[in-house]
């Protein structure tokens, strides 16, 4: 392609809430422009980008025998009343009518999509199993739209159900999609890491993130630099069910032994832990605590062996944020968050609800603040209220696997694997028929990768000051040839002499043949765009030489004008 046809608008100007690299690089290089929060188009090169992705997910899930399919980006709400799901999912499924006043979502993922279209066509365990996958748009209402494509609320990804007669066979195609996703990241050129996102004591069976690792990714990871054992911090996070005997607790202190061996450590390691990123996984098991278990009331524990490390954990209970963190969840759940202190069961149990919600529930919010506190609650005549211990990894912890020392790491969730069992298939009555001609709903997996998030991905774990830096399979062009002066006959003709060998050689390139541009310009394009290599046909071509530049290092190389090809490749 050349630069003066095609549209790439790329610009000094930072939007003022880009925070992250790849969200300030990707508009400034003309990658991408936002229509509203969390919505963006692709211009010519985030198109091309995207594209080179999706390429490659698509090569790789044919390749493990996955069949491309495509659901409607709008499916009818009464799917989702069939599966349960209009009622558990909240408000990150928009909603909207027709003009028949029928109601339907936007597919936030596409489960119910699936098993429509399986139910009644795959009737004998001699059909499964089968593996369906679309790479498509979807939508979630994000509470908090951000990063650019990094959480966007319309985004592309690729999700994928799988149908099987058997557990054991679920597990098998849950293996293969494991090694499948490896495949795409590896050849994307990303630095990721495999971790177990099982919620351990509260459930779900198997399931696993890939995260790529960056400095600014959202996710924290435990990781053994030893071996490959990788958890996220829900996971590697364990929380213990406890039944509290009320008669022994209500007013006596549990003993320091009793705390130890309900999974809780010493004061200093429990406000260590909230005051680190672990402090994440308390929200997530809330969470879970909420959907998995049905839950209405959560109350988690957190002790302190003094009044000052009690209000030091109350702190840090609130600095969660755990209300604000999933504000239209917790609404819809009723969740409530609450801790006591001093090695007891309370006449002090602060809880930590949303302004917003404190009639709906009846309580206040704000737990160190005198009018806020809600103290005094015999928690044991609260109907319905789950308790929870929650046991930490330590960075340092040893690793089960080898003795290793834990560490934790930023990761994006750039991927994720679920061995879903029956949920779906029994809430929709799929069923087929086994060897013994015996109706079973089937055993499902489902399998999704986050195609524009990788292209933020690649970004936040390649680039410098200046921009981007794509690895070879995801950039737009390999090469950019940097026509110093266009203007000037002789170094336009050389440029385009290079750029017809190159495609005749099927390396993807680019030309820089504006004429009104500078090469300052056109320099600093190359570096913000992040093509990886650049070649500039300028001041040396009398003596037959040009400058090949690595965007990788800047490093810079003459070389003779008919060797270009062979050291490009
Ligand atoms: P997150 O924890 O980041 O909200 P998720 O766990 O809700 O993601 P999944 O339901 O597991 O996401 O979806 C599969 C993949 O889709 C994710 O691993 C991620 O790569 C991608 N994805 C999810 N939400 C978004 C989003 N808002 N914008 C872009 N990509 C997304
Ligand atoms: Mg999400
Ligand atoms: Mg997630
Ligand atoms: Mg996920």
């Not at 499916?75 to 006043?101: H, I, V, Y």
């Not at 013994?436 to 292209?455: D, T, W």
């Amino acid at each position: 392609m050349k630069f003066s046809q095609m549209f790439i608008p790329t610009t000094k100007e930072t939007p003022n809430d880009a925070t992250l690299p790849s969200h300030q690089f990707l508009i400034r290089g003309g990658f991408v422009c936002q229509t509203g929060a969390g919505i963006y188009d692709y211009m010519p090169l985030g198109k091309i980008v995207l594209d080179k992705i999706r390429k490659v997910v698509k090569e790789e899930m044919d390749k493990s025998g996955a069949n491309e399919v495509q659901f409607g980006f709008v499916t009818p709400l009464s799917l989702w009343e069939e599966s349960g799901r209009a009622t558990t999912m909240g408000t990150e499924l928009l909603r909207f009518k027709d003009r028949k006043n029928a109601d339907f979502v936007l597919s936030p993922t596409n489960e119910e999509a699936v098993v429509n279209m399986v139910k009644n066509r795959i009737t004998s365990y001699k059909d499964l199993p089968v593996n369906l996958y679309q790479i498509n748009t979807k939508f979630r209402d994000e509470a908090r739209p951000r990063f650019g494509l990094m959480r966007g609320r319309e985004f592309l990804m690729k999700d994928a159900y799988s149908f099987h007669s058997s557990a054991e066979d679920l597990k098998r195609e849950f293996d293969l999609m494991e090694q499948t996703y490896k495949n795409v990241y590896t050849r994307l050129g990303l630095d990721f890491r495999v971790v177990d996102a099982d919620s351990g004591a509260i459930g779900g069976s198997g399931s696993k993130e890939f995260m790529v690792l960056a400095d600014s990714g959202e996710d924290t990871i435990v990781v053994c630099p030893d071996c490959e054992y990788g958890a996220n911090i829900e996971a590697a996070t364990r929380a213990k069910r406890v039944v509290p005997n009320w008669q022994e607790t209500t007013n006596t202190p549990i003993s320091q032994e009793k705390v130890l061996t309900e999974g809780m450590k010493t004061i200093e390691e429990v406000s260590n832990f909230l005051s680190t990123s672990q402090a994440q996984s308390i929200k997530a098991v809330m969470k879970k605590a909420v959907y998995e278990e049905n839950t209405e009331i959560v109350v988690f524990f957190v002790r302190g062996n003094d009044e000052l490390e009690e209000t030091k954990a109350c702190n840090a209970v609130n600095a969660l944020e755990l209300v604000d963190a999933n504000e239209d969840e917790i609404k819809e759940a009723g969740l409530v968050a609450g801790y006591c202190g001093p090695f007891g069961l309370p006449e002090n149990i602060n809880f930590v609800v949303d302004e917003e919600i404190k009639d709906e529930v009846g309580l206040v919010c704000g737990a160190n603040e005198e009018d806020y506190h809600f103290t005094g609650t015999d928690l044991s005549t609260l109907k319905d209220v789950k308790y929870f211990d929650l046991i930490a990894v330590q960075e340092g912890d040893t690793c089960s696997c080898c003795g290793g020392k834990l560490q934790y790491t930023k990761g994006i969730e750039a991927g994720h694997i679920f061995q879903l069992g029956s949920k779906y298939s029994e809430a929709m009555d799929a069923t087929f028929l086994d060897e013994n001609g015996k109706a079973k709903p089937f055993e499902m997996g489902c399998y999704g990768i986050g195609v524009s998030r990788l292209v933020a991905a690649v970004i936040e774990q390649n680039h410098d000051e200046k921009g981007a830096i794509w690895t070879k399979e995801t950039a737009p062009f390999l090469v950019d040839i940097i026509v110093s002066n266009a203007k000037k006959d002789d170094e336009l003709e050389a440029g385009l002499k290079i750029y017809e060998d190159l495609k005749a050689l099927n390396i993807e390139t680019i030309i820089d043949d504006r004429k009104k541009e500078r090469f300052g310009f056109k320099m600093s394009d190359f570096e913000l765009i992040g093509f990886p290599y650049a070649i500039v046909v300028g001041k040396k071509l009398k003596d037959g030489f040009v400058e090949i530049i690595d965007r990788m290092t800047l490093e810079k190389e003459e070389v003779e004008i008919n060797r270009v090809s062979q050291i490009i490749f």
